[in-house]
C-alpha cells in the first residue's frame, strides 16, 4: 500500500515536471519494432544515458491501450521492481538488469496476438529530469495450407457473365495474409465485366485472421486446358513468405463448329452380311443432341449399327447435330458402299447328259460388285481356273458331279458355289467283277456286278437253266449300278448278270463249283460242308482257285508229332553224350528244327493225295487262315 502510494505521489511529481518541461536531461533509446511469433518469447530493450551518470535512476514501463491510454505494468528503483497487478502482463513480464549500465531489458514470454501494442520505457532520475522510449511489438502467426475448390460443373462460354470457377481459403494467419489467384502460372487482377475477384477476411475467435477469395471468369473455348491456383503471402518476423494451393481444372463447354461421320468398322471394303458401325462426333463439347439419317430413317445418337448389310444399305449417311442452348445446326455426310457376290449360276443348270465321246461346255456366273475369281472342282481335284468348264470326249470316267467356286479375291469369306451333275449317255459296262475268293464253306454265295451306264441299266440275273434269281440288294451309285444276288449253292452252277439300257447290253457269267466234303467222327460232329468257287468267264480270264482243305494240316500236325518223338529220343541220346563231344543242346535243337521244316514241305509237294486224306479226319477244318498259308507254302 505504500508502495502505491509512494507510486501515485512520483507519477503525480513527473506529471508535475513534464508539464513544467525541465527534464529532457535523461537520453532514452530504443528499437521501432520487436518482431516475435506468437507463443514466444519477446525482449525490448531499453537503453538510456545522462550527464549526471545512469545511477539512481526510477525505470518504469507502460504499454499504449487501444484508446491510447499509458498503462503501466512495471516499476524499478535502487530499492525495489514492482510488478503492476492485475495487467494482462502481470504473469509474463520480467525485467533484467538494475539500471547500474544504462540498459535493461523487458521480457515478456508466451507472447500473444492482444500483445501487439506499443511499449514505453520510462527512466527518470531526481535530479536530472526524464526521458522516455517506445518500441512497437509485432505478432506472427503462419497460416495453415491454404485450399482451393474448384466448381464440379462444367461452365458454358455462352454465359453473358463472368463465371464461379472456384474458391481459395487460407485460415489462421496474423497478420491478415494475401490471396492472389494464377491462372497457368500468371497472376490474376480483376478486369471489368471479363475476372472477378472478390476477397474476404474473417476474424476468428481467437484473433487469428482467416482470408478467403473467390474467382469468377468469363471463359472461351481455349480455357479448357487451363490450370488455376492460388498464391498465398503473409508476413513473418523479418519478411514475407507464400505458399501455392495445388491446380485445378476447369470443363469448359463449347458448342461444335463442325461434325464429322465414319465407318468405324469394318475396315476396309464392306460385303453383304457384315455389320457396318457408323459414328458421328462434333467437335464440341456442349449438350447436343446428334442423329444419323439414311433413306428416311434416323437413328438419335452418335451411332448406327446396321446388322446383316445388304446392297439396299449402300448410299449417303448424314449425321445432323443441334446444340440444346442455341439450336443452331450443323452437319455432314457420309457415302457407304455394300459389295454383293450373288449366288452362283450355272449353265446348263444343274444336270446335263451328254453322249460318250461329246463335248460338254458349262459355264458358272456369279455377279458381284468386285472382281471374281472362277475354279472348277472334280472330287476335290481342280479342273478348271476359270469360269468355262469344257469337257472334250466325255466318258463315264467323266460322269459325276462338277463343283465350281466363286470367290472375291479382294475380300476374304466371300464366296458362293454352283453344281453340275454330268451324265455320260451310253450301254451298259459291266466292271470288272470283284475277286470272288468265295471258298468259305457255305451254302450260299454272294455274287455280285457292278455295271455303268446311263441311263441307268436294269440288271437281271439268271442260271444257265433260265432261272431268275432275285437281286438281294441293288444300290444306285454315282456311276450306275451295283447289284447283288444270293447263291445257293447245292452243285455247279452258272449264273448270269445282265445289264441293259437304251443303248444296248452286258452281260457277266459266274461259274460256281460245289465241293462236298464229309467229316470223319473222330473230330466233329458235322457233316457236309461245301467249298463254292466262281468262275467269272467274260470280263477276266477266270480265276480258278484250288483248295484242300484244312485236313491236310492236320496231317501235317501228325507227322510233326512223330517227328518229335524221334527227336525227342535223339535229343536224350545227344545230351548224354553231350559232354563228351562237347557240343551244346541248342545248336542240335536248331538243327533238328530246319530238318522238320523241309520234311514238312517235301510232304505236302510230294504227297498231296495223303495229306488231303488226313486233311478229311482233322479237326481244324473251319481255319481259314492256316489253309492259306498252306497255299503258300505249296507256290
Ligand atoms: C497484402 O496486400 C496489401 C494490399 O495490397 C499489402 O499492403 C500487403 O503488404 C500485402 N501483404 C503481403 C503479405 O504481401
Ligand atoms: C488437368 O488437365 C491436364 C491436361 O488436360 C491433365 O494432364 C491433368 O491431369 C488435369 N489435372 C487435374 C487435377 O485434373
Ligand atoms: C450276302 O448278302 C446279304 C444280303 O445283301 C448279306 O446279308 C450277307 O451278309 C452277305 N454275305 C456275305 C458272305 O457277304
Ligand atoms: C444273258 O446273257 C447271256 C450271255 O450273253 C445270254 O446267253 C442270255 O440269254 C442272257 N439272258 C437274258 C435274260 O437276257
Given at each position: 500500500?505504500?508502495?502505491?502510494?509512494?507510486?501515485?505521489?512520483?507519477?503525480?511529481?513527473?506529471?508535475?515536471?513534464?508539464?513544467w518541461?525541465?527534464?529532457?536531461?535523461?537520453?532514452v533509446?530504443?528499437?521501432?519494432?520487436?518482431?516475435?511469433?506468437?507463443?514466444?518469447t519477446?525482449?525490448?530493450?531499453?537503453?538510456?544515458?545522462s550527464a549526471?551518470?545512469?545511477?539512481?535512476?526510477?525505470?518504469?514501463?507502460?504499454?499504449?491501450t487501444?484508446?491510447?491510454?499509458?498503462?503501466?505494468?512495471?516499476?524499478q528503483?535502487?530499492?525495489?521492481?514492482?510488478v503492476d497487478?492485475?495487467?494482462?502482463?502481470?504473469?509474463?513480464?520480467?525485467?533484467?538488469g538494475?539500471?547500474?549500465?544504462?540498459?535493461?531489458v523487458?521480457?515478456?514470454?508466451e507472447?500473444q496476438?492482444?500483445?501487439?501494442?506499443?511499449?514505453?520505457c520510462?527512466?527518470?532520475?531526481l535530479?536530472?529530469g526524464a526521458?522516455?522510449?517506445?518500441?512497437?511489438?509485432?505478432?506472427?502467426?503462419?497460416?495453415?495450407?491454404?485450399?482451393?475448390?474448384g466448381?464440379?460443373t462444367?461452365?458454358s462460354?455462352?454465359?453473358?457473365?463472368?463465371?464461379?470457377?472456384g474458391?481459395?481459403?487460407?485460415?489462421?494467419?496474423?497478420?491478415?495474409p494475401?490471396?492472389?489467384w494464377y491462372r497457368?502460372?500468371t497472376?490474376?487482377?480483376?478486369a471489368q465485366?471479363?475476372?472477378?475477384i472478390v476477397p474476404?477476411?474473417?476474424?476468428?475467435?481467437?484473433?487469428?485472421?482467416?482470408?478467403?477469395?473467390?474467382l469468377?471468369?468469363?471463359?472461351?473455348?481455349?480455357?479448357?486446358?487451363?490450370?488455376?491456383?492460388?498464391?498465398?503471402t503473409?508476413?513473418?518476423?523479418?519478411?514475407?513468405?507464400?505458399?501455392?494451393?495445388?491446380?485445378?481444372?476447369?470443363?469448359?463447354y463449347?458448342p461444335s463448329?463442325a461434325?464429322?461421320?465414319?465407318?468405324?468398322?469394318?475396315?476396309?471394303?464392306?460385303k453383304?452380311?457384315?455389320s457396318?458401325?457408323?459414328?458421328?462426333?462434333?467437335?464440341?463439347?456442349t449438350p447436343?443432341l446428334?442423329?444419323?439419317m439414311?433413306?428416311?430413317?434416323?437413328?438419335?445418337?452418335?451411332m448406327?449399327?446396321?446388322?446383316?448389310?445388304?446392297?439396299?444399305?449402300?448410299?449417303?449417311?448424314?449425321?445432323?447435330?443441334?446444340d440444346?442452348?442455341?439450336?443452331?445446326?450443323i452437319?455432314?455426310?457420309?457415302?457407304?458402299?455394300?459389295?454383293?457376290?450373288d449366288?452362283?449360276?450355272?449353265?446348263p443348270?444343274?444336270?446335263?447328259?451328254v453322249?460318250?465321246?461329246?463335248?460338254?461346255?458349262a459355264?458358272?456366273?456369279?455377279?458381284?460388285?468386285?472382281q471374281t475369281?472362277?475354279v472348277w472342282?472334280?472330287?476335290?481335284?481342280?479342273?478348271?481356273?476359270?469360269?468355262?468348264?469344257?469337257?472334250?470326249?466325255?466318258?463315264?470316267?467323266?460322269?459325276?458331279?462338277?463343283?465350281?467356286v466363286?470367290t472375291?479375291?479382294e475380300?476374304?469369306?466371300?464366296?458362293t458355289?454352283?453344281?453340275?451333275?454330268?451324265?455320260v449317255?451310253?450301254p451298259?459296262?459291266?466292271?470288272?467283277?470283284?475277286?470272288?475268293?468265295?471258298?468259305?464253306f457255305?451254302?450260299t454265295?454272294?455274287v455280285?456286278?457292278?455295271?455303268?451306264?446311263?441311263?441307268?441299266?436294269?440288271?437281271?440275273w439268271?442260271t444257265?437253266?433260265?432261272?431268275?434269281?432275285?437281286?438281294a440288294?441293288?444300290?444306285?451309285t454315282?456311276?450306275g449300278?451295283?447289284s447283288?444276288v444270293?447263291?445257293?449253292?447245292t452243285s455247279?452252277?452258272t449264273?448270269f448278270?445282265?445289264?441293259?439300257?437304251d443303248h444296248?447290253?452286258?452281260?457277266?457269267?459266274?461259274s460256281?463249283?460245289?465241293t462236298?466234303?464229309?467229316?470223319?467222327?473222330?473230330?466233329t460232329?458235322?457233316t457236309t460242308?461245301?467249298?463254292?468257287?466262281?468262275?467269272?468267264?467274260?470280263?477276266?480270264p477266270?480265276?480258278?482257285?484250288?483248295?484242300?482243305?484244312?485236313g491236310?494240316i492236320?496231317?501235317?500236325?501228325?507227322?510233326?508229332?512223330?517227328?518229335?518223338a524221334?527227336?525227342?529220343s535223339?535229343l536224350y541220346?545227344?545230351?548224354k553224350?553231350?559232354?563228351?563231344?562237347?557240343?551244346s543242346?541248342?545248336?542240335?535243337?536248331?538243327?533238328?528244327k530246319?530238318?522238320k521244316?523241309?520234311?514238312?514241305?517235301?510232304m505236302k509237294?510230294?504227297?498231296?493225295?495223303e495229306?488231303?486224306?488226313l486233311?478229311?479226319?482233322?479237326?481244324?477244318q473251319?481255319s481259314?487262315?492256316?489253309?492259306?498259308?498252306?497255299?503258300?507254302?505249296q507256290?
Amino acid at each position: 500500500m505504500a508502495a502505491r502510494d509512494a507510486a501515485s505521489l512520483l507519477v503525480g511529481l513527473l506529471v508535475l515536471f513534464h508539464t513544467w518541461g525541465v527534464w529532457a536531461d535523461v537520453q532514452v533509446n530504443m528499437e521501432d519494432r520487436v518482431e516475435v511469433f506468437r507463443g514466444e518469447t519477446a525482449q525490448i530493450a531499453c537503453m538510456y544515458t545522462s550527464a549526471d551518470g545512469v545511477g539512481g535512476m526510477i525505470i518504469q514501463w507502460f504499454y499504449v491501450t487501444q484508446s491510447g491510454e499509458k498503462q503501466k505494468i512495471y516499476y524499478q528503483d535502487t530499492t525495489m521492481k514492482v510488478v503492476d497487478r492485475g495487467t494482462p502482463f502481470t504473469e509474463r513480464i520480467s525485467v533484467n538488469g538494475t539500471g547500474a549500465t544504462g540498459e535493461v531489458v523487458l521480457t515478456i514470454s508466451e507472447v500473444q496476438i492482444e500483445d501487439e501494442l506499443e511499449f514505453i520505457c520510462l527512466i527518470k532520475s531526481l535530479t536530472d529530469g526524464a526521458g522516455e522510449g517506445r518500441t512497437k511489438l509485432k505478432v506472427f502467426e503462419i497460416p495453415n495450407l491454404p485450399t482451393i475448390e474448384g466448381v464440379q460443373t462444367g461452365i458454358s462460354v455462352n454465359k453473358d457473365s463472368p463465371s464461379m470457377i472456384g474458391t481459395c481459403e487460407v485460415k489462421n494467419g496474423f497478420p491478415k495474409p494475401n490471396i492472389t489467384w494464377y491462372r497457368n502460372n500468371t497472376p490474376l487482377r480483376s478486369a471489368q465485366d471479363v475476372v472477378k475477384i472478390v476477397p474476404s477476411i474473417t476474424t476468428e475467435s481467437s484473433g487469428l485472421f482467416s482470408a478467403k477469395s473467390e474467382l469468377s471468369m468469363k471463359v472461351v473455348k481455349e480455357d479448357k486446358d487451363d490450370s488455376f491456383y492460388c498464391e498465398v503471402t503473409f508476413f513473418v518476423p523479418g519478411g514475407t513468405r507464400m505458399t501455392e494451393t495445388n491446380r485445378i481444372n476447369i470443363t469448359v463447354y463449347y458448342p461444335s463448329t463442325a461434325v464429322s461421320i465414319w465407318v468405324e468398322s469394318p475396315k476396309g471394303k464392306i460385303k453383304e452380311g457384315d455389320s457396318i458401325v457408323l459414328r458421328c462426333h462434333g467437335n464440341g463439347n456442349t449438350p447436343s443432341l446428334i442423329s444419323i439419317m439414311h433413306d428416311g430413317k434416323s437413328s438419335d445418337t452418335n451411332m448406327l449399327v446396321l446388322e446383316n448389310a445388304t446392297r439396299l444399305d449402300s448410299g449417303d449417311y448424314l449425321c445432323t447435330s443441334t446444340d440444346t442452348d442455341t439450336f443452331e445446326e450443323i452437319s455432314a455426310n457420309t457415302s457407304v458402299f455394300v459389295n454383293y457376290l450373288d449366288p452362283a449360276m450355272v449353265m446348263p443348270n444343274d444336270t446335263i447328259v451328254v453322249d460318250q465321246g461329246q463335248e460338254l461346255n458349262a459355264t458358272c456366273n456369279a455377279s458381284s460388285t468386285l472382281q471374281t475369281h472362277t475354279v472348277w472342282f472334280k472330287d476335290e481335284k481342280e479342273v478348271s481356273k476359270n469360269q468355262r468348264l469344257i469337257l472334250n470326249n466325255n466318258t463315264f470316267d467323266t460322269a459325276g458331279t462338277y463343283v465350281c467356286v466363286v470367290t472375291v479375291p479382294e475380300i476374304e469369306g466371300m464366296e458362293t458355289r454352283g453344281k453340275l451333275h454330268v451324265n455320260v449317255q451310253g450301254p451298259p459296262e459291266i466292271m470288272e467283277p470283284e475277286n470272288v475268293e468265295m471258298e468259305s464253306f457255305q451254302t450260299t454265295v454272294n455274287v455280285s456286278c457292278k455295271v455303268r451306264g446311263f441311263p441307268a441299266p436294269s440288271v437281271t440275273w439268271t442260271t444257265s437253266d433260265g432261272k431268275v434269281l432275285k437281286t438281294a440288294s441293288q444300290t444306285e451309285t454315282e456311276e450306275g449300278i451295283w447289284s447283288v444276288v444270293r447263291v445257293t449253292v447245292t452243285s455247279d452252277i452258272t449264273v448270269f448278270c445282265n445289264a441293259s439300257n437304251d443303248h444296248g447290253t452286258d452281260a457277266v457269267t459266274f461259274s460256281i463249283k460245289a465241293t462236298t466234303n464229309t467229316t470223319t467222327p473222330a473230330t466233329t460232329t458235322s457233316t457236309t460242308i461245301f467249298s463254292a468257287t466262281v468262275k467269272a468267264e467274260t470280263a477276266i480270264p477266270p480265276k480258278k482257285i484250288k483248295k484242300e482243305g484244312s485236313g491236310v494240316i492236320i496231317a501235317v500236325l501228325i507227322i510233326c508229332i512223330l517227328l518229335l518223338a524221334i527227336l525227342g529220343s535223339v535229343l536224350y541220346f545227344l545230351y548224354k553224350k553231350g559232354k563228351i563231344c562237347g557240343r551244346s543242346g541248342k545248336q542240335d535243337l536248331t538243327k533238328e528244327k530246319s530238318n522238320k521244316d523241309n520234311i514238312v514241305v517235301e510232304m505236302k509237294s510230294d504227297n498231296t493225295e495223303e495229306a488231303v486224306l488226313l486233311g478229311v479226319n482233322g479237326e481244324k477244318q473251319s481255319s481259314n487262315d492256316q489253309g492259306g498259308e498252306y497255299l503258300d507254302l505249296q507256290k
